[in-house]
């Protein structure tokens, strides 16, 4: 019957890796402000993730455009969004809040942490300059390789934390490990108790 948490682990990890990224320089993620590409399954459930920890999650984006929340989308706005039929960027317009832009990035909105969910090779040199210039201070990759080899190198050149996606988005294939144990001694353990574990992995 599969397991609890296999649909929200990754976007779930992702979050849980940056909580461990920040606890190393005595920082939280409570209150950052978060730019999240895409919003797909990995962006919102990193979303709601980072806000239900108390994060501000200012942006989400689609391949036609990008939603910007200054305040920040509330839990039960993603939960919204998590629950919607409709394509990207119709649920993302449906919400009716914020500003939504057809040519905005994510990328160059402040923010403190970036997420970049939605597709490889999509935050480049000029977008990793400009996330620079708005005082991102850490970069975590949930999709898979979506920024450039030029992005990676000024990120480590100008000491902003980055987080490659094998490790960073790697929520999905702890999960699959905790589902063969199940499958194993034919169990099935809690949401909670499962998501304990993923944190615990992350």
């Known amino acids: 019957g599969g397991s609890h948490v296999r ?3 990754t976007g779930f990890g992702l979050v849980y890796f940056v909580e461990e990224m920040l606890s190393r320089i005595d920082q ?13 399954n ?3 459930h990193a979303a709601l993730k980072a806000s239900q ?20 989308l509330s839990v039960e706005q993603i939960e919204t969004l998590i629950q919607s039929k409709e394509s990207s960027s119709d649920k993302l317009k449906s919400l009716d809040v914020g500003k939504w832009s057809d040519e905005g990035s994510p990328w160059h909105t402040k923010c ?5 969910c939605a597709t490889q090779n ?4 000029e977008d990793a300059k400009k996330l620079s210039d708005n005082g991102c201070s850490l970069v975590a990759e949930g999709a898979n390789m979506p920024c450039t080899k030029e992005a990676t190198d000024w990120f480590e050149d100008n000491e902003i934390l980055h987080a ?13 490990a905790l589902e063969m144990g199940q499958n194993a001694d034919f169990s099935r353990r809690s949401f909670e108790h499962l998501d304990e574990q993923l944190r615990s992995i992350m």
Do not use: M, Q, R, Y
Request: aromatic share 2%; proline share 3%; glycine share 14%.
């Open 53 to 72: 920890l108390g994060a501000k999650v200012i942006t989400l984006s689609s391949s036609k455009g990008c939603l910007f929340v200054e305040d920040g």
């Open 164 to 176: 490659p996606g094998k490790a960073s988005n790697a929520g999905g294939v702890a999960l699959s």
């Open 7 to 9: 649909t929200e682990a």
């Open 122 to 125: 999509e935050l480049g040199i």
């Open 28 to 40: 939280s993620i409570k209150d950052k402000k978060v730019c999240v590409s895409g919003s797909g």
């Open 112 to 116: 403190d942490i970036a997420l970049p």
């Open 42 to 44: 990995v962006a919102l």
